[in-house]
């Protein structure tokens, strides 16, 4: 492993390695935000030395993602298996993926008769079980563990309710619990709020309807703001807030009744059951919670199904305009039997309730100034208090896509969101993968790897309107890192040889949105395959980062990298050194995007006796700069489209640049 582990971490790998040995299985119940992730590394590291493999179950896709990158940065062979991913890959030396996931493949492979248990147990003699407080009844990672009985185990949770105990030590073993008052000392500094998120897949109904709502609004004209309005409402409030707006007599409803009621859909949103789990979860670790909707019909039925909680809701209305009527729920709040409040736009500000501990974000907002005046009187510290902040999101909607800023408005204000943004950082799961599935849908229709922009755009669009949201859609989806895209070599080959050929004495060349080929993610090593010219390893020795441009960084982050990047530049580094000095920047700034463009001027091609002056122009991102992978592959793009230029060019006086630096080099090493 790369990262020293702390003491308290060293502790609980120690403890948690003896009981194994001895028990089959050991659970290690942590805090949340004190890296339980690198415990179950570290634990996996023993047994992997002796060559035996791991499967990691995490709970959502969002974890995979990036459970599987800690592992590759640690320097473990490692794939990610969900419902997402199209390639997967059950043979790696780690297999990080989701307990539904891991349930069919070992109901296909094994089947469930006698010795099933004894052979999936051979094929993953070591498993790694995050979130193992799901481990009851008949929940996946329940069945899952029915599997795997003889396998050695670890179990990590920072919530192992007191109800739950039993049956999780009958399937995995033994449980540790630390608490913050143990961990003092030992290398960790207690927080005063924790972040955390729980997603909340839809149902497939509501996925056909999502699906459907999407292609309205992106190859559609006349209703497509109707279409993204009810893209919002069904992502983030559920199908109970779409058939409460449908039932009003607005325009809206009437698209809606058009457009969307064909379809059955649940009467309950897709929510609730991600709810229960949070109450569930938490139960023991809070006094109070506080829940936030922006539909009252939601607020409504919440205050029905949590009933027990005695919750209080302040939803708007009379009580919102009545002092009174206010001040008398506020007390209906403070009350200590109540333990549930449930709060619309109404309830934005003023509620000065202190012994809130756990706040959840049901329908949450990117708006910073909105979420600060959400949280209120409860974001504050409280004396000897760890508070939560949970938000449940939609994964693969425009609902996650609104989740970043808030957590990093929540890291701003010193709340631990150490546990979703690490330092290794991941690929958003939003809207994004919609157009990515539109990508692959069209390439794989016209047999490319890495479809044309023009190509895509005449599949898609058929206004200019529709072309530019098209566009806003594929920059977007380039920007999360769900599409990436890159200049075909080739094409431009074949572009500045027309040109010469047809006597010009000067080509100028700008690559933009419309010359690129975009691929979804999941196909980038394909496209790498089929377009070999269009990618280089070799060393950057040009500057293609004079142009370079960092959004939501602090300027003198920007400028100490700026410094770093020439440096790299100046000895010749790889485009995997540049990407991972880019990345470095989520370290200090989560949403840091990069963006720059490869410029040659005035570069003098040799034709038949006579010079040819060239000008080309290629712009790439803006990118996540966390999106490691994506930022090689484009740094790759440019590194191939240089070697095209440099070797075609005799002299030039916008491409010496990487010769000066050469010269610079070979002086310094003779000196």
Not at 171 to 191: M, N, T, V
Not at 228 to 245: H, I, K, P
Not at 283 to 297: H, S
Request: glycine share 8%; with cysteine.
């Amino acid at each position: 492993m790369r990262t020293r582990l702390r003491p308290y971490q060293r502790e609980a790998l120690e403890w948690a390695l003896r009981v194994a040995e001895l028990h089959g299985g050991a659970v290690v119940s942590l805090p949340t935000g004190t890296g339980k992730t690198l415990v179950g590394i570290a634990f996996a590291e023993h047994y992997l030395r002796r060559g035996w493999r791991a499967l990691v179950l995490v709970p959502t896709r969002f974890l995979v993602e990036q459970m599987a990158k800690r592992f590759r940065y640690e320097g473990f062979d490692a794939s990610m298996i969900h419902s997402g991913v199209r390639e997967r890959d059950w043979s790696r030396q780690v297999v990080v993926t989701t307990p539904e996931s891991a349930l069919s493949y070992l109901q296909q492979r094994y089947g469930g008769g006698p010795g099933a248990a004894e052979r999936a147990s051979r094929e993953f003699p070591v498993v790694i079980v995050d979130e193992c407080h799901h481990t009851v009844g008949r929940d996946p990672f329940a069945q899952v563990m029915t599997y795997l009985q003889g396998s050695v185990k670890l179990g990590l949770s920072a919530l192992v309710p007191r109800s739950r105990a039993e049956e999780i030590e009958r399937y995995i073993g033994p449980i540790r619990r630390w608490d913050f008052a143990e961990l003092q000392g030992k290398g960790y500094e207690k927080p005063y709020m924790i972040a955390e998120v729980y997603e909340a897949p839809f149902r497939p109904e509501e996925e056909a309807v999502y699906a459907h709502l999407y292609r309205l609004w992106l190859e559609g004209d006349a209703d497509s703001h109707f279409a993204a309005l009810a893209l919002t409402t069904l992502s983030r409030d559920g199908a109970d807030a779409l058939l409460d707006s449908a039932a009003r007599p607005t325009a809206f409803a009437s698209f809606l009744r058009s457009a969307v009621l064909g379809t059955p859909m649940p009467p309950e949103p897709h929510k609730l059951p991600a709810l229960e789990s949070v109450l569930s979860d938490y139960e023991g670790n809070y006094e109070k919670a506080l829940v936030f909707v922006n539909r009252r019909c939601t607020a409504e039925l919440i205050g029905r199904r949590f009933s027990h909680l005695n919750p209080v809701k302040i939803v708007g209305g009379r009580e919102a305009a009545d002092p009174r009527a206010r001040r008398s729920l506020l007390e209906e709040a403070r009350k200590p039997e109540t333990r549930l409040i449930i709060a619309t736009s109404a309830g934005d500000e003023g509620i000065d309730i202190p012994e809130v501990d756990l706040l959840v974000f049901w329908s949450h907002v990117s708006s910073p100034l909105r979420l600060y005046q959400r949280l209120g009187r409860a974001l504050r510290p409280a004396p000897n208090r760890i508070k939560y902040a949970v938000f449940i999101v939609t994964p693969g909607t425009r609902d996650y896509d609104a989740l970043p800023e808030s957590l990093v408005a929540l890291a701003q204000e010193g709340i631990d969101v150490s546990g979703i943004f690490d330092d290794v950082g991941s690929e958003l799961l939003g809207e994004g993968l919609l157009i990515a599935r539109k990508v692959r849908e069209v390439a794989r229709g016209l047999g490319v790897s890495g479809v044309a922009g023009e190509a895509l755009l005449g599949a898609l669009a058929q206004s200019a309107r529709v072309r530019r949201r098209v566009m806003r859609e594929l920059e977007e989806g380039a920007r999360a890192g769900a599409v990436y895209y890159f200049y075909d070599v080739s094409e431009v080959y074949s572009q500045l040889q027309a040109e010469i050929d047809d006597g010009a004495a000067e080509v100028y060349i700008k690559l933009g949105p419309s010359s690129r080929r975009y691929v979804a993610k999941e196909e980038a090593e394909e496209a790498e395959r089929e377009h070999p010219e269009s990618f280089s390893s070799a060393p950057l020795c040009f500057d293609p980062l004079r142009d370079l441009r960092v959004g939501g960084a602090p300027g003198h982050v920007e400028h100490a990298l700026r410094v770093e990047l020439l440096r790299m530049v100046a000895r010749g580094a790889a485009p995997g050194e540049v990407a991972a000095a880019l990345h470095s920047l989520a370290k200090e700034a989560p949403l840091a995007t990069v963006r720059w463009r490869l410029r040659v001027e005035a570069a003098v091609l040799p034709v038949d006796g006579r010079e040819v002056e060239l000008e080309l122009l290629a712009d790439y991102g803006p990118f996540l700069a966390r999106n490691l992978r994506q930022v090689e592959f484009a740094l790759r793009n440019t590194a191939a489209l240089w070697r095209l230029v440099s070797g075609l060019a005799s002299d030039s006086r916008g491409i010496g640049l990487c010769d000066r630096l050469l010269r610079a080099r070979a002086l310094q090493a003779a000196g």
